[in-house]
């Protein structure tokens, strides 16, 4: 099958020419403008490549690469594709990181392929930045993308703050499973780990949990961030109040969604 060849059967399988292209360039080592001009040159796997797509298959786990906040990283099917929205979370972490003092603390819960802990300590040198998974092999991920990038981060394995006991930190960040468990999309998402999207029930079990034990590992004046749904918002901030955080603040993703909530333990 020739480069022309493949998308044209990517057009038959309703796949986006920008996926076809990716998947094409990432089979072949070729960029996009390569394949402009190089209809005609081979392009092996491609066709069982465009049929998995097609099927539903992620391109990210295709080509085994996804890029996050200005890194690319190594993901698997055992750990959640970091999306452009969780770049909020990223954002927001780093704003507050600019008005600390040298050296602050940072944790990221449920830090699967390391992108959000990794995006931080890229943008941040200074902050010390540990990451938390209960998935083995997730965490194994994380790791690698960490020494291939020559970024320092302390990886933990555990659930939550399970193996941070004692510990405080002046940030904690987390994008944690948030779908509930009927919710119709998730069959869209088979190929990458249930426990990683849905805590089943109405999707705040995990969340809930986070803010509960939030304030024993945090500093005073230490925040809170917390990726969720985006009718989920109003739900994140009465919980903060009721664990007695400060003025709950809300951030909008890429689309001008309700996605990110966090406040600030007072002590």
Known sequence: MTVDQALALARQLGVERGDAQSLIGHLTGRDRAWLITHGDAPAPGAEDGLRRLAAGEPLAHLTGWQPFHGLMLNVTPA????????????????????????????????????????????????????????????????????QRLGLAIDWRHGSWFEP??????????????????????LPALRHEPITALTPGGD?????????????????????????????????????????????????????GRPRASGARWLG
């Not at 602050?104 to 390391?114: F, R």
């Open 203 to 255: 999707g705040l079990a995990d969340l809930r949990t986070l803010i509960d034990a939030a304030p024993q590992h945090l500093t005073p004046g230490g925040w809170l961030l917390l990726e969720h749904g985006w009718d989920q918002a109003d739900l994140v901030a009465q919980q903060l109040s009721v664990r007695c955080f400060a003025a709950p603040t809300l951030r909008r993703d890429l689309a």
């Open 79 to 146: 750990t959640l594709i970091p999306r452009p929205d969780t770049e909020t979370l990223v954002d927001w972490a780093l704003e507050l990181l600019a008005d600390l003092p040298d050296q602050p603390s940072v944790v990221d819960l449920g830090t699967g392929s390391g992108a959000i802990a990794l995006a931080i300590k890229a943008a941040c040198p200074r902050a010390r930045v540990t990451a938390v998974d209960f998935s083995a092999d997730a965490l194994a991920v994380a790791r690698t993308n960490g």
């Open 164 to 185: 941070l006991a004692g510990q405080r930190f002046d940030l904690v960040v987390s994008n944690p499973p948030y779908i509930a468990g009927n919710d119709p999309h």
